[in-house]
């Protein structure tokens, strides 16, 4: 069986049942990730606009963390937004010989997609029962709820 490459969207877990995102929890998850699957090859990706939704000492934390290439944001102009990088870099994947599973709140059709639960303290995945929604023709990026700012 191929290896995992399991593309991991930093807005879903960042936010996972919060008020706000915390970077914090985001790479908590990873970690958990990473003791439950450590053949897996992980990228972490991140809509840009994910760092000013961050409190402000997190904002300086991610900054070393796409210098330091822990995570990364889709080019500007990407089609289909986040959701066409993520399957273009699903797809890339495959080519090179891995089995790609997406971690999302998005619909990103064509790509499993694997939930994620909490399991007490830590965060548990099921990546042998990721499933795929929709076709590969379909349009990347619907069915997605955009967190709201809070008003100051």
Same mark, same amino acid.
């Given at each position: 069986?191929?290896?995992?490459?399991?593309?991991?969207?930093?807005?879903?877990?960042? &936010?996972?049942?919060?008020?706000?995102?915390? !970077?914090?929890?985001?790479?908590?998850?990873?970690?958990? !990730?990473?003791?439950?699957?450590?053949?897996?090859?992980?990228?972490?990706?991140?809509?840009?606009? !994910?760092?000013?939704?961050?409190?402000?000492?997190?904002?300086?934390?991610?900054?070393?963390?796409?210098?330091?290439?822990?995570?990364?944001?889709?080019?500007?102009?990407?089609?289909?937004?986040?959701?066409?990088?993520?399957?273009?870099?699903?797809?890339?994947?495959?080519? !090179?010989?891995?089995?790609?599973?997406?971690?999302?709140?998005?619909?990103?059709?064509?790509?499993?997609?694997?939930?994620? +639960? +909490?399991? &007490?303290?830590?965060?548990?995945?099921?990546?042998?029962?990721?499933?795929?929604?929709?076709?590969?023709?379909?349009?990347?990026?619907?069915?997605?709820? +955009?967190? +709201?700012?809070?008003?100051?």
């Amino acid at each position: 069986m191929a290896r995992w490459y399991v593309l991991v969207d930093a807005d879903a877990l960042a &936010g996972w049942r919060r008020l706000t995102p915390s !970077l914090r929890q985001l790479w908590d998850a990873v970690g958990d !990730l990473h003791d439950q699957f450590p053949d897996a090859s992980v990228a972490v990706v991140a809509d840009a606009t !994910l760092k000013w939704d961050l409190d402000e000492a997190e904002q300086e934390q991610m900054e070393e963390d796409v210098v330091a290439r822990r995570l990364v944001y889709p080019p500007a102009g990407s089609v289909g937004g986040q959701a066409g990088f993520l399957r273009k870099a699903a797809e890339r994947a495959e080519a !090179l010989g891995f089995r790609p599973v997406l971690i999302t709140d998005q619909r990103v059709p064509g790509i499993p997609v694997c939930r994620v +639960r +909490r399991r &007490g303290e830590g965060w548990a995945f099921d990546l042998n029962k990721a499933e795929v929604h929709g076709d590969s023709n379909e349009k990347p990026g619907t069915g997605r709820r +955009r967190r +709201r700012r809070p008003v100051a």
